[in-house]
């Protein structure tokens, strides 16, 4: 634990420096000659033709982009084509030595690397092993076209399946990798151990992160490959992964075989541009991108600029990082040095560079370059090298052809089955565990813990039989409900990691974790550095891998740090891998007070806008374990907001209490915590109190009757319960903490009207907070809604209340007035 790391002043304030090591850049210098130590006739000609497949295939797709034509095959591709033309030795040195069980992430540039990576597994598994990957993925319907007629070796069938999958998938069709879901930009094949390749510019910085801690954590063979740009370096998840990554406590706190650094090589594909920025002098002051390596860890991240139009010179380094990361030293950085020919995309004219820069590369075209040193090494004539062109034109035809072939390769038919993208957007599988047959690794048994003992002797409901409540101490709160949830996966699961800012030695920021610190190992529950996009970004990657895992973001004001991870990783993966990928993430988000503007927001909408998420937020411990059990039994993102204000809160509602076993909650059934007759209350979490103390107040001074239902869920959301209830009451009132502007609120109200106008005696009145920043806890009861706003609204919107005197101000009138202030 961090207790045992004194840090002594007197060692800390001495005077000193702190000295760096050479970085090695473009050190490799063997011949062809001294390869042949290490490299057959075999290896060498396989390296040459894997650089031509990924040259041609790209060729087609830049010549299908402009002039809407190749090789005599006329097709017109909208979609995008971010071409690597010029980085293939990069590529085919990168995959060389890496197994179907070493996984490779990438950027939008990555057909190359897909097809390197696929090249390079094709020619390490066996006859029967690739014919199983064929047959199974989707059930042979990527398979049926390639293997119609086809008459060869298995290897050459496997590699008609791996340039008819991509590009199928490239032009989106249902028969492509990904169903045609993920497209240009996303295309991946797990089989092969291709990860999702990423359209944000360092969107995989983080996400390959979590795939290695994944490896680490669940003691998986092979190693991690995240190819990010040059460019990308600038982006923060790329920095926030490389901090994550270079964590000490993989050193020093981490125990037994779990001690050691990940298994991850962070693989920039220096082409020296960022579309039409040039990195090196201009956006970026590192010059040589093997630098940064200096400033992440002590061993400056083992980093060394490769020569990548050397294809023998990256093998050479990947032998040689290799060997690192079996010691447990990593992770690893190499700035491989390569260009791209083409464009940022086809219609980039390349007008930030010289027409003379272009030629200078391309008069040292790797291709090129390689095919004379074999030539002139007496491994192949130029009949051979020729050949392998003119074989692998054919080729690229072939699957040209095919992929664009409607009634092999149609597309997804949204006309006939409207539902199909639908249907991939959640994949609601239960699952006990993710890996079964596992033994969970725990420091004892679940009834010995501290907090379970602790627990057992706690009132599970809030009141005596005599309706009198238990004291705080004594009762079983919303914090205790989360906890049994989880302790409860811990021991079921694995695969179960959790890890945030103070998660382990606080027990979480709000103590929702104490206990676990004693039942679990380091690897099992840690703290993360203060880095939310590293934090939910490691999370993705993790799961995608197969493990399940529960990242925490402090402050739900904090969901912005993570904005690209939350609302553009984390709820799309599922759906643009054709459901080849699960996501078991839950995100657990408390919602605060007390502490001021950006540590007090409700931004509950801000998720539920985001289609493939799933939001929740219980309100009552029986609420918040049932829930949480669901969330942690299924196999999809859900963000799982907590509201501060209640941690401590006793169950009021369901009979008996929080039972002591098992259960789950359903997410989008919405629960009737009081039933009435004249008007409807909705609450979305934590307001939950308040609108009880509206509708205590409605019934004592003006005899009116409130139904409270407690939404529970926001997406999914079932509207049928609070129809049913505005059949009774007609009238509709909809609360909650978010700022009441662009609120889920406003959405609830909206849908309410569509489906039950008729229903309807009066608009539904959605009470939310001042579109203000939050103020200071002594000021929040202006800020946020309170039961007198409540019974203000039915009184000035649904319905006079006879006797009553208006605190607040919901009249048409000061709506215009706020809304002209923008308030």
């Given amino acids: 634990m961090p207790k045992v790391q004194f840090i002594d002043p007197q060692d800390v304030r001495k005077a000193g420096e702190v000295t760096f090591s ?6 490799y210098n063997k011949s062809i000659e001294e390869e042949k130590a290490n490299f057959s006739k075999e290896d060498f000609i396989r390296i040459y033709h894997d650089m031509v497949v990924i040259r041609e295939f790209e060729t087609m797709l830049n010549e299908i982009k402009i002039k809407s034509e190749y090789n005599g095959v006329a097709y017109n591709h909208p979609g995008p084509a971010h071409l690597s033309i010029g980085q293939e030795a990069a590529a085919v040195g990168m995959a060389y030595t890496l197994g179907v069980e070493d996984f490779i992430f990438g950027s939008h540039r990555s057909h190359g690397e897909i097809l390197a990576k696929g090249l390079s597994a094709i020619h ?12 199974n993925h989707f059930d042979g319907k990527t398979f049926a076209p390639v293997k119609a007629n086809f008459k060869g070796t298995t290897k050459e069938l496997a590699i008609r399946f791996l340039i008819y999958g991509t590009l199928a998938e490239i032009f989106a069709r249902e028969t492509g990798f990904n169903r045609g879901l993920g497209g240009s930009m996303h295309a991946f094949f797990t089989p092969f151990g291709v990860y999702p390749n990423n359209a944000i510019v360092g969107g995989s910085g983080d996400i390959a992160v979590g795939a290695a801690l994944f490896k680490k954590v669940n003691r998986k063979d092979g190693i991690v490959v995240a190819n990010i740009g040059d460019a990308s370096m600038a982006c923060g998840p ?8 270079t964590m000490d406590q993989f050193n020093q706190l981490w125990e037994g075989d779990m001690k050691g650094g990940l298994p991850l090589i962070i693989n920039i594909m220096n082409n020296q541009y960022g579309m ?7 956006t970026a002051g590192y010059k040589v991108a093997a630098r940064i390596g200096a400033g992440l860890n002590a061993d400056q991240l083992h980093a060394e600029r490769v020569d990548g139009y050397n294809p023998l010179a990256v093998i050479d380094a990947y032998r040689r990082k290799r060997e690192i990361l079996k010691e447990k030293r990593g992770p690893v950085l190499l700035d491989v040095l390569t260009y791209r020919f083409s464009g940022h995309s086809p219609s980039d004219a390349s007008s930030y560079r010289s027409k003379e820069e272009i030629e200078a590369w391309q008069a040292v075209d790797s291709i090129i370059w390689f095919g004379k040193q074999l030539m002139d090494a007496g491994i192949a004539t130029q009949e051979e090298l020729t050949s392998i062109h003119s074989n692998n034109t054919d080729l690229i035809t ?3 052809k095919l992929a664009i072939d409607d009634s092999v390769s149609p597309l997804m038919d949204l006309g006939k089955h409207p539902e199909l993208i639908g249907e991939m957007m959640f994949s609601d599988s239960p699952v006990d565990s993710m890996e079964a047959g596992r033994e969970p690794e725990v420091n004892h048994p679940m009834e010995e813990n501290p907090r379970v003992k602790q627990m057992k002797t706690k009132e599970r409901f809030a009141f005596d039989k005599d309706g009198k409540p238990f004291s705080k101490i004594k009762q079983y709160g919303l914090r205790d409900g989360l906890f049994e949830a989880i302790v409860d996966r811990f021991y079921k699961d694995p695969t179960l990691i959790a890890y945030g800012e103070e998660n382990r030695d606080w027990g979480g920021a709000f103590a929702v974790y104490r206990g676990l610190t004693e039942a679990l190992p ?26 399940r895992v529960i990242p925490e973001i402090m402050y739900c004001d904090f969901l912005g740090r993570a904005g690209d991870e939350v609302f553009n990783q984390l709820p799309k993966w599922q759906a643009m891998s054709g459901n080849v990928i699960k996501m078991p993430v839950v995100l657990r988000v408390s919602v605060g007070s007390k502490y001021g503007a950006q540590h007090s927001q409700d931004w509950t909408a801000l998720p539920a806008h985001i289609p493939g998420l799933k939001v929740v937020f219980p309100a009552t411990p029986y609420d918040a374990k049932g829930l949480m059990n669901s969330a942690l039994q299924g196999t999809d993102p859900v963000i799982f907001f907590e509201s501060q204000r209640i941690y401590d809160i006793g169950e009021q509602f369901h009979e008996g209490g929080v039972p002591e076993g098992y259960y789950e909650i359903p997410f989008g059934e919405p629960d009737v915590k009081r039933e009435g007759k004249d008007v409807t209350i909705l609450s979305i979490g934590a307001t939950l109190y308040r609108v009880l103390e509206a509708a205590d107040q409605l019934q004592e001074k003006y005899g009116m009757s409130a139904e409270v239902i407690d939404a529970r869920s926001l997406v999914p959301f079932n509207y049928e319960p609070v129809i049913e ?3 009774k009451t007609g009238r509709i009132v909809i609360a909650g903490d978010a700022t009441a502007r662009g609120s889920f609120m406003k959405e609830m109200a909206s849908t309410i009207t569509e489906l039950a106008f008729d229903e309807l005696d009066a608009p539904p009145v959605v009470v939310g907070s001042r579109n203000w920043i939050t103020p200071a806890y002594e000021l929040e009861d202006a800020f946020f809604p309170q039961a007198d706003w409540i019974i203000d609204a039915i009184h000035e919107k649904i319905v006079p209340l006879k ?7 919901f009249t048409g009138a000061e709506q215009i007035r706020r809304n002209k202030l923008g308030v």
């Fill in 22 to 27: 050479p970085i090695p850049v473009n050190q």
């Fill in 124 to 135: 390490k598994l066996s006859d029967e092993q690739l014919t199983e990957v064929m047959e």
């Fill in 238 to 245: 790329v920095w926030e992964g490389l901090t994550f990554a």
């Fill in 276 to 282: 039409g920025g040039q990195t090196c002098g201009e």
């Fill in 398 to 400: 072939w699957g040209l």
């Fill in 522 to 547: 380091y690897h099992r529950l840690f703290n993360s550095p203060i880095s939310e996009a590293s934090i939910v970004g490691t999370a993705i990657g993790y799961a995608m891998c197969g493990g």
């Fill in 725 to 727: 209830s505005l059949k």
């Fill in 803 to 809: 006797g009553h005197v208006v605190k607040s101000n």
